[in-house]
């Protein structure tokens, strides 16, 4: 494949520019700089302006660093400083719908699989768990090497809008994973550092505190309802199905979508509810983007102009 190297243009290079000292200043300013920052805009930079190529694939993929950056600017106004955590009515609601009978007492099903674990499961559920972003990313970038712009745009886009749902439902409904309720009990601790729950099992079986990395830095401990991991597939298969992608494709979709929902719960980091609310999201942000926003009169016209830049 040739490559050749174009600068864009002063007005994209102004913009792209002052994307990148803005989010640093703003970053800078209300939640502290970190290494991974200035490398996520380095990255932006060098990409954007080493070729065209490089260029449209960076912009494409802006609803992504946009996803990146609002779930970490979380950390700047919590969900718990607008509303009230809750942590005892979920977990009751949670042993209602889906309780187990055991002996003398009732379990969530999370604390029957704190109880009952195995090698294997423990294994599976940190491959499962840890595709929650590479395996979009890496749907993403097929549409897009498959020159299918159109179908590219409208998933990130909707992989986009899931989130901003999600992020909605966190703010109107701060509530407590499993694991805080089986830990620390219901009253609502909010400087609690974040949890690597059964994940745990993961990092000591293969040796490397790869889940410990991501859970330490977790911006918000109370942003459990709803389950964003439990969404993020079925944002994917509909559009692997959409494209008609070959059976392999949309089978190894299927696989991870069910045991991202399996693990969620089995490592005790969500409530079967909190899953059920993730995939009603991301129902709800494909209806919206699909049969509402793309049958308005103006956002067709952004849509349109956006797929002319990265085609």
Aim: glycine share 6%; net charge neutral.
């Amino acid at each position: 494949m040739e490559f050749k190297f174009s600068l864009p243009t002063p007005r994209e290079s102004i913009i792209a520019s002052g994307i990148a000292v803005i989010f640093l200043v703003l970053t800078t300013t209300f939640t502290g700089v970190r290494p991974e920052h200035f490398i996520l805009m380095i990255l932006f930079l060098l990409f954007f302006f080493i070729g065209e190529k490089p260029r449209k694939l960076t912009v494409g993929l802006l609803p992504f660093l946009i996803f990146g950056i609002s779930y970490d600017w979380m950390r700047i106004y919590p969900n718990y400083m607008v509303n009230p955590v809750d942590v005892e009515n979920l977990y009751n609601l949670e042993k209602m719908l889906f309780g187990i009978k055991m002996a003398e007492t009732v379990l969530i099903p999370c604390e029957y699989f704190a109880e009952h674990h195995s090698v294997v499961a423990d294994f599976l559920s940190g491959v499962f768990y840890f595709g929650w972003v590479p395996v979009p990313v890496l749907f993403a970038l097929y549409l897009y090497t498959k020159k299918d712009r159109d179908m590219f745009l409208r998933f990130s886009l909707v992989f986009l809008l899931v989130n901003f749902i999600g992020f909605t439902g966190y703010y109107i409904y701060p509530a407590a994973p499993p694991w805080y309720a089986m830990n620390y009990g219901f009253e609502a601790v909010l400087n609690t550092p974040g949890n690597m729950a059964g994940l745990a099992r993961f990092d000591e079986l293969i040796g490397f505190p790869l889940f410990n990395s991501i859970y330490g830095r977790n911006a918000n401990v109370f942003a459990a309802v709803p389950s964003l991991h439990s969404a993020y597939l079925v944002v994917v298969l509909f559009y692997a199905l959409k494209k008609k992608c070959n059976l392999y494709i949309v089978a190894t979709v299927i696989v991870f979508m069910l045991g991202i929902w399996f693990t969620a719960v089995y490592t005790s980091h969500h409530y079967v509810v909190d899953v059920l609310l993730g995939i009603f999201c991301a129902l709800l942000g494909f209806g919206l983007f699909e049969f509402v926003f793309m049958c308005t009169r103006r956002f067709p016209a952004f849509f349109n102009k956006y797929l002319d830049y990265i085609s």
